[in-house]
């Protein structure tokens, strides 16, 4: 049975084979922001990492966000 996290790190593997960056989207919570870390994903957003803000801000890697 595929799972969510087999779907991520498909994503991920196809996205590196093109050179393009994969970005978690809706992280909400500590466990959602471990399991795209385990699948290898580098980048995400949501509302645990920040509010929605009228600015463009560039994301972060999540190696800058504590636990």
Do not use: N, W
């Not at 909400?28 to 009228?54: I, K, N, S, W």
Request: aromatic residues 6%; glycine residues 10%.
């Amino acid at each position: 049975m595929t799972t969510k996290r087999d779907i991520v790190k498909a994503i991920r593997d196809v996205s590196a084979g093109f050179g393009a960056t994969v970005i978690a989207e809706g992280i909400e919570t500590m466990e959602e922001l471990h399991a795209v870390r385990q699948c290898g994903v580098e980048f995400g957003q949501g509302y645990l990492l920040g509010r929605p803000t009228p600015s463009c801000v560039a994301p972060h890697p999540f190696q800058h966000v504590t636990s």
